[in-house]
């Protein structure tokens, strides 16, 4: 996968945005903002905004084990239309009786960075792997669905303000994706 295009269109998969999901429900933000043009970042700028996507995940697998929607740690590292996504899904699970066990992985990498003035923007690529992240009905413990984890391409846009890293959007694509 490489850097995003011209104009970024990602369409967030809720489904997906669990990765072990249940029925593909799709959302779409069109993010319309210049391609970054490739830029030589600090290794310190690059590690703190691949510390916060990987924190995002890890917040949202936390609350997914209860799919607690309102967990305030969700707005630790994610905002926008990212938080909406999460939020939403974590309570359509609460709603259905489902909670999520295990762990996602991730490789995360930046695939380009800009400062645009008062705020810094990163883009990254991942290969998470929802294989040991799965949903369970939380009455029976038994697997919610059939569908099993697997590795799948993400792509996140985070900005910075005021010194902090959070993901605004991402987008998640089916297994199999990388």
């Known amino acids: 996968m490489g850097t995003i295009g011209h104009t ?10 669990h990765l072990g999901g249940c029925a593909t429900k799709t959302a779409s ?12 970042s600090t290794a310190s700028v690059e590690e703190q905004a691949i510390e916060s996507y990987v924190a995002m995940w890890s ?4 609350a997914a084990t209860t799919s607690n ?11 926008g239309n990212a938080l909406t996504v999460i939020t939403n899904s ?6 259905r009786g489902v909670v999520t066990k295990g762990r996602p992985t991730h490789n995360p ?21 929802s294989t040991n992240w799965l949903k369970y009905r939380a009455d029976t413990g038994a697997l919610a669905d059939d569908r099993p984890g697997g590795r799948r391409a993400i792509t996140a846009e985070l900005v910075r303000t005021e010194g902090a ?7 998640v694509r089916e297994v199999g994706t990388c």
Not at 165 to 171: D, E, P
């Open 8 to 17: 970024a269109r990602f369409t967030l998969m809720i489904a997906a945005v």
């Open 29 to 40: 933000l069109d993010l319309s903002t210049s391609a970054p043009a490739p830029t030589t």
């Open 59 to 62: 917040d949202f697998a936390d």
């Open 69 to 79: 929607w309102q967990s305030p740690r969700l707005t630790d590292h994610a905002t």
């Open 90 to 95: 974590l309570r359509e699970d609460k709603e």
């Open 109 to 129: 990498r930046v695939s380009s960075q800009e400062p645009t003035g008062d705020r810094d923007m990163a883009w990254v690529e991942d290969c998470g792997d």
């Open 165 to 171: 890293w959070k993901v605004r959007a991402f987008a």
